[in-house]
C-alpha cells in the first residue's frame, strides 16, 4: 500500500516569506508527528497528532510555526516569516493504533531551504 | 527531559565486518526501536523491541532491548555496501507518549 508522502520535496524560498508543507500519512493510521532534521543531526519533534485530541505541541520552536490536520488525515505544517535557520529537512511521520502504535513509519521528507 | 545517548557517531568498516552501535537512556523505557537513513530519504523502521531481555533478529541485523530496560544495541553482521546510512535508536517511555530518538550512527563500509 501507498507509504506516507510529502510535498513539496523540496522548496527554497525567501527569508520573511510563509511556506506551507503537506503531508499524507498512511491511510488509517491515527497519530501524525512532525520532526525537524538540521542538517547531519538527530531527529527533533515539533507537534503531534492523535485521533480528535489536542495536539501535542511543545516540540514548536516559536510561534511563527503551526500546523494543522484537517478530517484526521493530510496534515500541514506552516512556518511564516521563514528566518534562514529554519532551513532543514521537515519529516513526517504517522502510526497506526494498537500495540505497535510507537512504530512510526516517515515520509521522505521536505527540503527546505531559505535563502 | 528524557534523553538518550547514541554510539558511536560515526563508525567505518570493511565489507564483511560485523558492527555494533548501542543507545542508553536516563529513563526506563517501554519500547525501543531501530530505524536507517538513506541520504535524501526519511528514516525507515529495522526492529520494533517491546520487551526487556528480547533479542530479535532481521536478516543480518540483530538488536536486543537491555534487561535494565534502559539500554539497546544493534548489531549488524557482514556488512555490505548498502548498510551505508545512518542509524537511529528511538524508544518510548518515562511517563511520555513520544518517541525519543538518538542523535544517529553514520555508518560507512568500504568495499
Known amino acids: 500500500g501507498a507509504g506516507v508522502s510529502q510535498s513539496p520535496s523540496n522548496k527554497v524560498t525567501e527569508k520573511g516569506k510563509d511556506v506551507e508543507l503537506r503531508c499524507d500519512p498512511i491511510?488509517?493510521?491515527?497519530?501524525l508527528y512532525w520532526y525537524r532534521q538540521s542538517l547531519g543531526q538527530g531527529l527533533e519533534f515539533l507537534i503531534y497528532?492523535?485521533?480528535?485530541?489536542?495536539?501535542?505541541k511543545s516540540g514548536l520552536p516559536s510561534d511563527r510555526f503551526s500546523a494543522e490536520r484537517t478530517g484526521g488525515s493530510v496534515s500541514t505544517l506552516t512556518i511564516q516569516r521563514t528566518q534562514q535557520e529554519d532551513s532543514a529537512v521537515y519529516l513526517c511521520?504517522?502510526?497506526?493504533?494498537?500495540?505497535?502504535?510507537?512504530?512510526?513509519?516517515f515520509g521522505p521528507g521536505t527540503r527546505l531551504t531559505v535563502l | 527531559g528524557q534523553q538518550l545517548n547514541q554510539s558511536p557517531q560515526s563508525m567505518f568498516i570493511q565489507e564483511g565486518e560485523d558492527v555494533s552501535m548501542n543507545c542508553t537512556s536516563s529513563?526506563?523505557?517501554?519500547?525501543w526501536l531501530w530505524y536507517k537513513q538513506d541520504p535524501g530519504e526519511g528514516p525507515v523502521l529495522l526492529i520494533a523491541?517491546?520487551?526487556?531481555?528480547e533479542l530479535t533478529s532481521n536478516g543480518r541485523l540483530t538488536a536486543q532491548f537491555g534487561i535494565t530496560r534502559k539500554d539497546s544495541f544493534l548489531n549488524i553482521s557482514a556488512s555490505i555496501p548498502s548498510d551505508v546510512g545512518i542509524y537511529f535508536c528511538?524508544?518510548?517511555?518515562?511517563?511520555?507518549?513520544?518517541?525519543?530518538f538518538g542523535k544517529g550512527t553514520k555508518l560507512t563500509v568500504n568495499p
Open positions: 528511538a524508544g518510548q517511555g518515562g511517563g511520555s507518549e513520544k518517541l525519543v
Open positions: 529513563s526506563i523505557f517501554n519500547t
Open positions: 497528532f492523535q485521533g480528535n485530541s489536542a495536539p501535542d
Open positions: 511521520a504517522s502510526s497506526p493504533l494498537g500495540f505497535s502504535y510507537n512504530e512510526q513509519f
Open positions: 523491541l517491546y520487551k526487556a531481555g
Open positions: 491511510s488509517g493510521h491515527t497519530a
